[in-house]
């Protein structure tokens, strides 16, 4: 069964940068849609950014186009969230997913904290 863990958040004044690398084992990162998505305090979860197994396709909500990518590390079974440009409201626990399509997202990890002051 595949398993996701999350890692790099931290605290980081607004206008820095976080990657966030998402570790996949028991199963091979390439083969699934991927995605990354963010809870912030008293909100719902939010979608962020999204690419397919291929990696032909890739999306991003409009909150953080521009600033954020979804790159992928196939050697390494790893696809990271690169946050630039960063603001106090991108604080919020971060949750990388996989799945056979962006809408059935079967494997989640469990969650990296990221604190933006001001």
């Known amino acids: 069964q595949l398993q996701l863990v999350e890692s790099g958040g931290g605290l980081v004044h607004a206008g820095g940068s976080l990657r966030l690398p998402c570790a996949a084992s028991g199963g091979i990162l390439c083969s699934y849609v991927m995605g990354w998505f963010r809870r912030a305090p008293g909100k719902e979860r939010e979608f962020l950014a999204r690419?397919?197994?291929?990696?032909?396709?890739?999306a991003y909500a409009d909150s953080v186009k521009g600033r954020f990518t979804i790159p992928r590390d196939n050697a390494k079974n790893t696809v990271y969230l690169q946050m630039n440009s960063l603001k106090p409201e991108d604080t919020a626990v971060y949750y990388c997913?996989?799945?056979?399509?962006?809408?059935?997202?079967?494997?989640w990890g469990q969650g990296t904290q990221v604190t933006v002051s001001s």
């Open positions: 690419i397919t197994s291929s990696g032909g396709s890739i």
């Open positions: 997913a996989a799945g056979r399509s962006i809408g059935t997202l079967t494997y």
